[in-house]
Nanobody, 117 residues
Framework: QVQLVESGGGLVQAGGSLRLSCAAS????????MGWFRQAPGKERKFVAR???????DYESSVKGRFTISRVNAKNTVTLQMNSLKPEDTAVYYC???????????WGQGTQVTVSS
């Protein structure tokens, strides 16, 4: 079991940047796939980005080239650097962890990101 705590959300103008961090507990962190998801008001939670234990990454098409996911296993942290933010990026952002061969069973409490136009 991994416990996750997000931080770094806030209010930013369109075109600005924010950096989200997720602190994880547990020695197995380095083996987990770590993901970021977001949920806009009235909409379903959607995938944003993920980073595997091998450091391979995947991105949702609308954030590719603007967002960067990274991890530091020695610090049990995963980060989402968000640049060139748009109003449509406004959402609650969640960090999630999936064990090898498993699904995203561990979720943080979420952090609000608001992008004003």
């Amino acid at each position: 079991q991994v416990q996750l705590v997000e931080s770094g959300g806030g209010l930013v103008q369109a075109g600005g940047s924010l950096r989200l961090s997720c602190a994880a507990s547990g020695r197995a962190f380095r083996t987990y796939i770590m993901g970021w998801f977001r949920q806009a008001p009235g909409k379903e939670r959607k995938f944003v980005a993920r980073i595997r234990a091998s450091y391979g990454t995947d991105y949702e098409s609308s954030v590719k080239g603007r967002f960067t996911i990274s991890r530091v296993n020695a610090k049990n942290t995963v980060t989402l650097q968000m640049n060139s933010l748009k109003p449509e990026d406004t959402a609650v952002y969640y960090c999630a962890a999936a064990p090898p061969g498993g699904s995203y069973a561990n979720w943080g409490q979420g952090t609000q990101v608001t992008v004003s136009s």
